[in-house]
């Protein structure tokens, strides 16, 4: 990783017990996140669940009603958002129109104090320098109206960085562009991260984005933080419902645990169910966990709806007896057809207590 | 929710926000903002009324019994009857040329209609005297024949147009312009003529915006001063409207007076903008007024 | 195939009434715009750029063309500056009464010139409510040229007010809070962030206002004392030359403020022209 000996080292956030309420309802509730020094963290939800306000509040554009946010041990809370040192990045990018790239870039070092301010020459070489490190050298003189929404996308962020802010924030960075730039920009930001090493945290609402970028991933809903974990954790070892279902395909069943063992429709699906759970609980399972088999046999049964190809495996849409649909993956060779009656044997999936 | 404050962290003071001025500075803003419009805007406006009234209710109503006042106010009328619907059509008829076709030279008309607006108001009275009047291009013909154009109504009249007729273009030709074609394209498809589809369905959709054009429009020829009193000749009782009664009232310092025919158009101004007002928080999508002056 | 190469002077349309309604503009603008003001030019060649200058340059008119232009350029650079600050509270803050207060701001545009000259001559006189005021600090406004300034400024109001307002409304708050993360003050984003993409409204404001005041007469004489060298305005010199059958004269002023005024408009379509290039669109 390489890294400019004056950056200096990356520091944490923590976020501790932070409560915001709108107009009676609460978009964040009591959180507590701390963000581990030079990761990438992908705050995760859908619209409404808070990350962006949460995001807000730790670059201190917005306030929390309640609760804490440290920069590296220090309470930041009452920080005036100008001096957090944060670099933030907004989704439709707010570069200064009537400004040049280079004008934009250089910005926050052109407004601090004359103490801190560096000279003239020393703005131009270290925008020059970010402007390499975005792959838009030469740019110095255009103006964002003539530049495309990737390269815009790009001046922001090297704008951000050109202050050397303590923490990196993005804010759907690329929810305003198009599918390809954004896989582009993808792979792109990944690689800044790792040059730059900075804790950066980005709000995102694409799982897809949160799952292939980030060290961690936050999932929020509705104000509350479900989980934080790695793509791995939080894909294979869910710890809500909601995680669950909201990241990838989930069916769920009805379940039972009697005597250490987890039926689903009267038949053993595991004879290993923790012990201590016992009564109702639903059964969450990915497609793959569900295996084709003949009609008749397995857990459950239904009709063949729609067949389609996902790389190199099957898809296979099966709608249930009660009318609800759900996907098992096979491989490519199985010989399905629609309409052909089919069992589901389930091998695996993640167990919770509801209600 | 109601247990919200139960087991929460402590609570955060309030801070500047991000997006707006300090409250002292805003305060100060909105102060230096007030007194300026008062002394430039409300002031003068309630000189007039309360210098109307200045003799009461008897002294107030004493000023329109006088003949040349009813004169004046009757020449007004007239012109602004006249000239009000000639601009109404020519606004129709040209907001309907911009705004529903695409050709060239359209920025040209465009600029063409507004310029009376950059003229200024003697110099567009004194143009009509070149034309008409007794030195003037048509001077000796119009002489010879007896027509009396310039220091009479028909120049009254013709300056009054040139002065007023850009309003209600400017009014229809961005609002017609927003709504497009596609709802007449419809009503032909359908069947109706050119007339019906323009009087059920371009019509409704545009007529407040007519409505504030018209009202600017008539405000404006009532009120015309500068452009009247050069082409008028200024005979008392024949070719005096409201404004040129309201200055001989005053250079003959008779204020209440002056003052009081004057509150009329006044009165007429505010009408207009109340009703500008309501247009727009009715239905100020369908003024589409933007910057357009 | 052919259909392409000839000129089209108008895309086909289904809509009837074009050739209609446009002979009908076409003939209205002629007859009661064009002509007229072409007899201003015929008259104007008549007399020749030699005659133009020599009677532009005559000690009065030189004087009042003076007094118009300077005290115009004063007036509308005021009433910018004030009407920028306007816009600004109207739009940004919120107090009570601002609806009232943002409708005030056509008033000069929608009084007829006459009342606002009677009006403001009143108030501004010696014995009048303003004018007793500020008589005993010495200030003498009406009869004088400042009492044109402060009528020009009543009349440029509105201008300056309404053109920037748009360009307020549309600012958003991400610009501000970017700047605020890159750690400058208020002041410092409201300088260098939010005030520069207002500058072409600013500046159409000013021209829009210059132009109307450097015309305006009603308004004005009332208020102006009107003594020739001193306070008197071109467009009266105008009406005066005129009541001395001097035809001549009164078309050389005429000439030269429609110049004046053709310029303006000129600079503001050039103003918007170029700030769409360079932000984008505006």
Redesign the interface.
Known sequence: MARTAEQGQAIDIRV????K?FA???AL??VHLNVRPGELLALLGPSGSGKTTLLRIIA??A??????VFFGGSDA??L??QKRQVGFVFQHYALFKHMSVADNIGYGLRVRERANRPSKAEIRRRTSELLDLVQLSGYESRFPAQLSGGQRQRVALARALAVEPRVLLLDEPFGALDAKVRKDLRAWLRDIHERTGKTTVFVTHDQDEALELADRVAVLNQGKLEQVGSPDEVQDHPATPFVMTFLGQAARFNAEIRDGRLLVNGRLVSAAAPKAAIGQASLYCRPWHLKPVPAGHGHQHGLISGVRRLGSMRRIEVTQVDGTRLEIEAPLVTPLRVGEEIGLEIQDGVIFREG | ?SD?SA??????????S?????KLV?QL??T???V??L???????A??FV?AFRRGLAGFLAAFQEADALAAIQLTLTVAAIAVPLNL??GL??S??IA?????GKSL?I??????F??????SG??????F?A???FGPWLMAHGIKIAFALPGIV?AT??VT?PFVARQLIPLMQEQG?AE??AA?TLGA??WR??LTVTLPNIKWGLLYGVL?CN??A?????AV??VSGHIRGLTNTI??H??IL?NEYN?VA??AV?SL??GL?LV???L??FLEWRHGADLAS??H? | MSSASYL????P??????G???G??LL??GL??????G??V??ASGIGIAGIVATATEPRVAAALRTSFSISLLAAGVASL?GL??A???T??D?PGR?L?D?????????????????????YAPN???GSLLEPLGLKVAYTPLGIF?AL??IG???AV??V??LITEIE?EL??AS?TLGAT?WRT?WSVLLPPLLPGVLTGFA?AF?RA?????SVI?IAGNLPYVSEIA?LL??IK?SE?D?TG??VI?TI??AI??S??LLINLIQTWSRKRFGHV
Do not use: C
């Open positions: 501790a017990g932070v409560t309420a009676g309802t609460a509730y009591d201190g554009l306030q929390a009603d309640h609760g804490q809370t009452t005036p958002v | 929710m919200l087991v929460l962290a402590p609570p955060v003071l309030a801070q500047q991000v997006v707006t001025e300090h805003r803003a909105i230096v903002a007030l300026f419009l002394l430039f805007v409300v002031l003068p406006l000189v007039v210098e059509v020519f008829a040209a309907w040329a529903k076709f695409e050709f060239k008309l600029t063409l209609i507004d310029l009376p950059s003229v200024s108001p003697v110099v004194l143009i009509y005297l070149l034309l009047g030195q003037g291009l013709l147009i040139f007729f074609t007449e394209e032909l003529s050119g589809t323009f600017l405000a404006r009532m009120g015309e001063f500068g009193s050069v404004p040129l309201v200055e005053y204020f002056a003052f004057a158009l006044a101004a207009t903008l109340a500008k007002s933007g910057t002056r | 089209r002077l108008k895309q349309s289904v809509l009837p009434g074009f209609v309604t446009l009908y503009t209205y603008l009661l715009v064009l002509l007229p003001l007899a201003l015929v008259k004030f600050l306007i600004w509270v109207l940004r803050y107090f609806k207060i409708a005030i701001v056509d008033l000069p545009f929608a009084l007829p010139t006459a009342v606002a000259g009677i009006a403001l001559a009143a108030l009048g409510w303003v402060v400024v009543f109001l509105p201008f309404r053109t307002q748009p708050n501000e809070e605020a208020r409201l829009l132009a450097v015309g305006e007469y009603g009332f467009p105008i009406v005129l059958y035809y009164a078309t005429a403020m429609l005024s053709f303006v408009l």
